[in-house]
């Protein structure tokens, strides 16, 4: 699984973890159902929300790490 | 005359707010030379005072209570908070207040400003129907216990509640009773004696009057004390001059005919056809709910981009979940009726009104059935896992 970085957009994201929908959900970003995923970052959607994007971004590379 | 013109005329956000009534602005225009502040005493005044205490008169009647009984308030904010805040003031020994959980925010933000003030207050959870504990009510009423507060009709997902178990049960209790019936005024008959309500807060503009205006029925005898004070209009509990104009509106609106088997039918309609549409749900109750209400949700989708989808096709309709505003809170309403997670985000609310026609339901079905397919092929929450 790549790297997930902050300027790669919610699609992107969700092409690379299939767990990032549910991460992101549990955050209170609903980012999988909305077609703004196609071209927002992942920076971009957090500064958005006023939410941690570094908090996050960790978050959303746990499974990578695991399946090292 | 049409005040708003809106793109394609498919307007199914009627619990928000309401078109004005073309009878409405005839009406207006027929006694706009009464421009006098009606606590004036020469004529044009004295003919707008007649006006406004004939209104008061109809209104009074239509709920069964006393002219002096209707207090015209600016919209039903003011209502509640009347409500609430003026027993407070007027009732300083009690300290406790019970609502329900899927109250309107401007029953929930007044109770949170009066816990603030060392108020205690109890909010009732509701059930997968929402419908208010009535039990617990029973149980948590006290002697330290004030008021309690519960909606007629949820304005979310429409649930009608039992008011009139909860005032009898308030009434033999000796403690006041309120109801918020923004949603239900005009919809479903109310006699305020019969039903034991102390309190009841009405708005204007869900009824097709002008925005601005309201009112705060009071049961004769409640200790209550104003929030505005002044030149002490509105029998010395609410000041300022009246809205004469809205007031005007509010005694029209009474009067027109509600076309409730033509809504229902058409509401049940669009019901059972957008639960054919895979992962879909109904929240609320099915049948204890207000002849114009839907609210579905729809399995791995956003609801505010459905909503801003939908707004393309020129249907406008509202939404529980706001994804686009800075807070990112999910529906207090769909919470409290333990809607699952992958669904409470894609909610739409849908009302419905006389003018809603055959035709539109049955465009709306499947621009929504087009949207919600579009919506799923991006989202990485798939069907399958849920089916």
Redesign the interface.
């Known amino acids: 699984m790549k790297k997930i970085t902050k300027d790669m957009t919610f699609a992107e994201i969700f092409e690379n973890n299939s767990n990032a929908g549910f991460i992101l959900m549990q955050k209170g970003l609903m980012c999988g159902g909305c077609p703004m995923a196609q071209m927002e970052t992942l920076e971009q959607g957090c500064i958005g929300h006023g939410l941690p994007v570094d908090e996050i971004l960790e978050e959303l590379n746990k499974p990578a790490k695991k399946d090292e | 005359m049409n005040v708003v013109a809106n793109k394609m005329g498919i307007y199914l956000d009627n619990a928000a707010t309401t078109k004005v009534d073309n009878t409405i602005l005839d009406e207006l225009n027929s006694f706009s030379q009464y421009y006098a502040n009606p606590s004036s005493q020469y004529d044009m005044a004295i003919k707008a005072r007649k006006r406004i205490e004939q209104i008061r008169k109809e209104i009074a009647d239509f709920i069964n209570a006393e002219s002096e009984e209707i207090i015209f308030t600016s919209g039903a904010t003011e209502s509640n908070n009347f409500a609430l805040k003026g027993l407070a003031l007027a009732n300083p020994q009690k300290k406790h207040i019970i609502t329900s959980m899927i109250e309107h925010p401007a029953i929930i933000q007044t109770c949170k400003a009066l816990e603030k003030q060392g108020y205690k207050i109890d909010y009732i959870p509701v059930n997968e129907d929402g419908i208010v504990d009535v039990d617990k009510i029973k149980q948590k009423i006290n002697t330290d216990t004030l008021v309690v507060s519960v909606m007629h009709v949820n304005n979310e997902i429409g649930t009608i509640q039992p008011i009139e178990h909860i005032a009898a049960i308030c009434r033999q209790k000796g403690v006041y009773f309120h109801t918020d019936a923004v949603q239900s005024f005009r919809k479903i008959d109310i006699d305020v004696k019969e039903g034991n309500i102390d309190l009841m807060s009405i708005s204007g503009h869900k009824i097709n009057a002008l925005k601005g205006i309201g009112v705060l029925y009071i049961k004769i005898g409640t200790r209550i004390k104003p929030l505005i004070d002044g030149g002490e209009q509105e029998f010395k509990l609410r000041s300022g001059t009246e809205n004469t104009w809205g007031i005007i509106s509010l005694g029209k609106a009474i009067k027109i005919f509600q076309e409730k088997e033509k809504i229902l039918k058409l509401r049940d309609d669009l019901i059972r056809e957008l639960l054919k549409i895979k992962g879909s749900k109904l929240n609320g109750s099915e049948t204890d709910r207000i002849y114009n209400n839907v609210n579905v949700s729809f399995y791995?989708?956003?609801g505010?981009?459905l909503m801003l989808?939908l707004d393309e096709d020129g249907i406008e309709v509202s939404t529980g979940?706001a994804?686009s505003s800075?807070s990112?809170e999910?529906s207090h309403v769909l919470k409290a009726i333990n809607v699952p997670?992958?669904y409470i985000?894609?909610s739409i609310r849908i009302t419905l009104s006389n003018d809603t026609t055959n035709t539109e339901v049955n465009t709306v079905v499947d621009k929504i059935k087009e949207r919600v397919d579009?919506?799923r092929q991006?989202?990485?929450?798939k069907l399958e896992d849920e089916i």
């Not at chain 2, 991006?378 to 929450?381: A, Q, R, V, W």
Request: charged share 25%; net charge negative.
């Open positions: 791995g989708i956003e505010e981009s989808l979940s994804c800075h990112l999910e997670e992958l985000h894609g579009k919506l991006l989202s990485p929450f």
